[in-house]
């Protein structure tokens, strides 16, 4: 019935305005539409209909996408699936070669050329990249990038149901370029426009299936570790956009922390707190662990997402150095009262032992 379409969109909004969804293994985290607390971005000024947007996605990908994609996984190895993989990504490289050409780029139009060539013919229409092997690394390209090379900005930040997170310049390109798509214009004579049509269906369906059993597990790390997921999908996204335009915009990207030669950057969880200053990090003496001269453990600092490593190991004091340090402050005579020193302050042995009862020093 037609109705039923509609009505299961309907539910999937409505489970996605809750305060809550639940990951596989039961994990209970926020919804994106719960952890609004207002725009903080300029750049994503439709931040409240984006965050629920992406609720109806994630819960749509929960009940549709991922168990369409798990069984596919299951059903094609790993090696099957790779063929597929570069099957499709070698009837995309004319799409790609089209915007190399535009963007004024011709070393990479040449190496794409060079590429559909190699890989169609002995890489079996696609199926092996023997290219790649004889230096012909595969190349970007699609309108929104060739828009960006003539000036043309990113507008707001977008994300869209089943295409997922973009911007609007990028998101009208991806359109355009599913027009005039060079496959669909060279097989157009041949074919009648229900079989290019299925054909485009399939092979955008299959893409769509394939990208999502690659990323299973990538996706699923990503978000139940991050603490705000829709800011850390939208960081992640821009920045690999940046890498990709970056090479036509003749800028340099910026390097990424855990991998300098990457060109791809991969900042902390945009949702975490920042860590908190502690005395290591400022070069302040470390709180050492007195009473096991074997061990040079630090005393353990608040929690924080993230954990910065230790520059250097802090050096061992035995607990002989503790009882030096009581007498030359003249902590270690009889109990009795205090009196008055000339230093800021002074206790009696007994003060001495509580404190270091206290601290867990002893």
């Known amino acids: 019935m037609p109705a039923r379409p509609l009505i299961l969109c309907m539910l999937l909004l409505l489970a996605a305005c809750g305060q809550t969804q639940v990951l596989r293994g039961g994990i209970e985290v926020p919804s994106a539409s719960a952890q609004y607390a ?18 109806a996605q994630m819960a749509l990908d929960d009940s549709v996408f991922r168990p369409i994609a798990e069984t596919y996984r ?31 780029r011709f070393d990479a139009a040449g190496t794409t050329l060079g590429r559909f060539a190699l890989n169609s ?49 990028d998101a009208v390109g991806d359109g355009l370029d599913g027009f005039f798509n060079p496959v669909s214009i060279a097989l ?32 699923d790390a990503l978000r139940a570790d991050s603490i705000d997921f829709y800011a850390r999908l939208r960081s992640v996204t821009r920045q690999r956009r940046e890498a990709e335009l970056a090479v036509v915009r003749g800028s340099t990207p910026r390097e990424r922390r855990d991998d300098p030669e990457s ?19 400022a070069g302040s003496p470390q709180l050492l662990v007195l009473d096991d001269p074997g061990s040079a453990s630090v005393a353990a600092a608040p929690a924080s997402p ?14 002989a150095w503790v009882g030096g340090v009581l007498r030359d402050a003249a902590l270690d005579r009889p109990s009795g009262p205090a009196e008055p020193l000339p230093s800021p ?17 002893r």
């Open 38 to 55: 207002g725009a903080t971005d300029p750049s994503d000024p439709l931040e409240r209909l984006n965050r629920g947007l992406m609720d």
């Open 121 to 169: 013919t002995l890489g079996l229409g696609g199926m092996f990249d023997i290219a790649s092997d004889q230096g012909l690394p595969r190349q970007t390209g699609d309108f929104g990038q060739t828009f960006a090379r003539y000036g043309v900005g990113d507008g707001p930040y977008l994300f869209l149901p089943v295409l997922g997170p973009t911007v609007l310049r």
């Open 345 to 361: 302050a002074r206790a009696d042995a007994r003060w001495a032992g509580q404190a270091l009862d206290d601290a867990r020093l």
């Open 188 to 219: 157009d004579p041949m074919t009648s426009r229900a079989t290019l049509r299925f054909l485009n269906i399939t092979r955008s369906t299959l893409g769509g299936v394939d990208l999502r059993a690659e990323n299973l597990d990538t996706l």
């Open 306 to 319: 993230v954990v910065a490593p230790l520059a250097r190991q802090a050096p061992r004091v035995p607990p």
């Open 74 to 104: 299951a059903a094609l190895p790993e090696y099957g699936r790779a063929r597929v993989r570069l099957a499709l990504r070698n009837l995309g490289e004319p799409v790609i070669f089209a915007h190399n050409i535009l963007q004024l």
């Open 263 to 281: 060109t791809v950057v991969v900042m902390d969880d945009p949702g975490a707190p920042a860590a908190p200053v502690t005395p290591a990090a």
